[in-house]
């Protein structure tokens, strides 16, 4: 039975729904109005109904402004590649070329946006196993991570050493079936390592500025900084800060999805190397 909490969550996501279905029906709504809503919507995971307010948000003519031409599609983007309605590689291919109309990812220093073609072509090589688009994921965000961590708190810099540490795993294996060790497969860690290594350093530092605050409260801040130190071994230090994330109210439950399920991936990722000398291991 659910709790008065749930109810509240309940109620609210029908009307964001049902404002959703009277403005694709043709209903008008402003911009700003129409933006908040698909964010609404987002946040429900209701993804296909976020994805038609932002195509007819760009319809509009202020639409095309510099405020808003790069952001609307940047979110289009994310909500048609998560929608399930859709075909995958169609979708795909989609939400790739939404954001090369708007913000062309292979020039573009714009870390939202190599965040997202990053995430595109890692989730086309969760579908295929194709190297090649893993490769294109990695070279996404580690351009995402070179613009600086503080710019998009470590977002595209955790997802590059997530990257690496999938492509030396995946070597390994192959290499392993010929009895061969890659210099390439040590140096992808060692990459990885550094990357959260001065994320870590960085977040931290950030987090315990008083004016930056704000940011403890932030679900990415935080669990990117647990994710940092939970790939460097030093579990003590993950557990504590996805202690402080897992008490945030109102976070969406896709977001803590995929936190989860990235952090599960990386567990298995590291069960054969985490041991090694000089790293920390749980003592449980």
């Given at each position: 039975?659910?709790?008065s ?24 709504e ?5 933006f ?17 307010i ?14 808003y ?9 994310l ?110 860690r060692s ?7 001065k ?9 315990e500025?008083?004016e ?19 790939g ?47 790293e ?5």
């Amino acid at each position: 039975m659910p709790n008065s909490h749930d109810s509240k969550n309940i109620t609210r996501e029908s009307e964001n729904l049902k404002l959703a279905k009277k403005i694709i029906a043709g209903q008008d709504e402003n911009l700003d109005n129409m933006f908040g809503l698909a964010m609404r919507l987002k946040n429900e995971r209701a993804f296909s109904h976020a994805r038609r307010i932002l195509e007819r948000a760009r319809g509009k003519p202020e639409a095309n402004g510099p405020d808003y031409r790069l952001k609307l599609a940047q979110q289009l983007a994310l909500v048609t590649y998560k929608d399930p309605d859709l075909l995958p590689d169609e979708k795909l291919d989609e939400a790739f070329d939404i954001l090369c109309e708007a913000d062309y990812p292979q020039t573009t220093k714009n870390q939202e946006t190599l965040g997202l073609a990053g995430a595109i072509h890692k989730r086309r090589w969760e579908l295929d196993g194709q190297k090649q688009h893993l490769e294109r994921s990695l070279a996404f965000y580690l351009r995402g991570y070179e613009q600086g961590v503080e710019g998009d708190y470590g977002y595209t810099g955790i997802n590059a050493a997530f990257a690496l540490d999938l492509m030396a795993d995946q070597e390994e294996k192959e290499a392993g079936q010929s009895n061969v060790v890659l210099q390439s497969t040590a140096d992808r860690r060692s990459k990885a390592r550094e990357i959260r290594e001065k994320i870590a350093r960085t977040l931290v530092e950030m987090a315990e500025k008083e004016e930056q605050t704000p940011l403890k409260r932030e679900w990415w801040f935080l669990v990117t900084i647990a994710e940092a130190y939970f790939g460097l071994a030093n579990y003590d230090e993950a557990r504590k800060w996805l202690k402080v994330a897992a008490q945030l109210e109102g976070v969406p439950e896709w977001e803590r999805e995929s936190t989860i399920r990235q952090l599960a991936q990386l567990a298995r990722i590291m069960g054969g190397w985490a041991s090694a000398p000089g790293e920390e291991r749980e003592s449980e």
